[in-house]
């Protein structure tokens, strides 16, 4: 196993040269004791110091860091890790990180540089490349050389190969992951790539069964033989796994545009337009932009004012058609209403018929109506008085016993 593992050791503000290769994981852990001594007051050996201190990382000369690079901090409590897979493509270039220390606590800096030298591994390719899920771990907890030790120490076991290295981690959350919710201890997950030269294993194979695909699709845990070597430090989601042999890949070539000479073809002589310019009536614009619009809005406010004002119907023909008896109705209770109003005003006249008894509260005997049957009662008012009522209508009294 060749897992690529550089911490800091040196306390100068000197360059730190490293030499990782490309495609292979590359892991540089900023430990926060290296950086403490550096902030004044300087501490005596054997002093303790819980500083906060968090890590500022990005290439020379310029904002961020390399595309190939990531960084992580969980807290300021922590130490920060620098971690990625180079390619190819930065090979021979040396890439210089700036990383500045903060102490949080007394506004203290100190800053290193972190030389990196990519060196080519065509003499050791790793064709036959797998990855992982583990759901158990979080990054930085994986990136950490003994555990990342362990895993592929096991996966050695499980695939027993002459040459075996890390080859790339990825967050679960850089691949569209949920943050998992702060209970139960649960982890964010994290992808491991490994890359080996030799065919993938017998055992790695079995998630590829009719039988292990079908339980995937039902969301069931497939049937590994070799899960047990990995299940008392990792949980490994066997659905997840991708096996990729890169001698089967076919490249995918996309053309690329002729750029050409920079220079525009040959197309004469050009000819400017003639200073004389023709008069243009502007009459016809003038039509079609104002006057028509107008002579629209004129005919439809003609149309909504006659519709409004001179097809009204009017009290007169309301009235024509409206039933008889519910004019009489209305008539009626608008001329009660009235005199409602009327004794509003005036508290001493008499009680309204409405509130006479209608029988003899002695000898039950019903009251005569007031009027005949054939007499006008719409033209009677409600309210009678005192007077006219004794005129029209005698209570009969009790007489006494004896």
């Given at each position: ?156 076991n499980v695939w027993q190969p002459e040459r075996l290295n890390a080859i790339n981690i990825t967050s679960a959350l850089d ?149 008889d008896i519910q004019l009489v109705h209305h008539s009626s209770i608008q001329k009660s209403t009235k005199e409602l109003r ?61």
């Amino acid at each position: 196993m060749d897992l690529k593992l550089v911490t800091i050791l040196s306390r100068s503000h000197a360059d730190r040269n490293v030499y990782p290769s490309a495609g292979v994981l590359f892991v540089h852990v900023l430990e926060r004791e290296h950086f403490k001594g550096e902030f004044p007051p300087y501490p005596k050996s054997g002093d303790a110091s819980n500083d906060p201190i968090t890590f500022n990382t990005n290439l020379m000369g310029f904002p961020d860091r390399p595309g190939w690079l990531r960084y992580i901090q969980r807290t300021s409590h922590s130490d920060g890790v620098l971690y990625g897979s180079p390619t190819s493509e930065h090979v021979g270039k040396a890439t210089v990180i700036e990383i500045t220390a903060y102490n949080r606590r007394t506004f203290e800096t100190a800053r290193h540089n972190l030389v990196i030298n990519i060196m080519a591994t065509e003499e050791f390719p790793l064709p036959y490349q797998a990855e992982f899920y583990i759901k158990n771990m979080n990054v930085e907890e994986m990136l950490a050389s003994e555990v990342l030790g362990d895993f592929l120490g096991a996966v050695k076991n499980v695939w027993q190969p002459e040459r075996l290295n890390a080859i790339n981690i990825t967050s679960a959350l850089d691949r569209g992951g949920r943050v998992p919710l702060p209970i139960n201890n649960l982890k964010e997950g994290v992808y491991v790539m490994v890359g080996a030269d030799v065919p993938f294993s017998s055992c790695l194979r079995e998630v590829e069964s009719p039988h292990n695909q079908l339980r995937c699709s039902q969301e069931m845990e497939p049937v590994i033989s070799c899960d047990k070597k990995f299940r008392a430090q990792f949980h490994i989601d066997w659905c997840k796994i991708s096996l990729v042999d890169v001698n089967k890949v076919a490249p995918v070539y996309i053309p690329r545009p002729d750029p050409g000479t920079g220079i525009l073809p040959e197309f004469g002589e050009y000819n400017p337009p003639s200073e004389s310019l023709k008069s243009r009536d502007y009459f016809s614009d003038f039509l079609v932009t104002l006057a028509v619009p107008a002579a629209v809005a004129l005919v439809l406010l003609f149309i909504l004012g006659y519709t409004m004002c001179c097809r009204r119907e009017g009290v007169e023909k309301r009235n024509m058609q409206t039933p008889d008896i519910q004019l009489v109705h209305h008539s009626s209770i608008q001329k009660s209403t009235k005199e409602l109003r009327s004794m509003s005003k005036n508290r001493e006249i008499s009680w309204p018929l409405s509130t006479l008894p209608v029988f003899n509260p002695v000898s039950g005997e019903v009251v005569p109506p007031i009027h005949p049957d054939n007499y006008e009662t719409t033209s009677m008012p409600l309210m009678q008085t005192q007077a006219n009522l004794q005129n029209q209508i005698t209570i009969p009294q009790q007489r006494p016993s004896g």
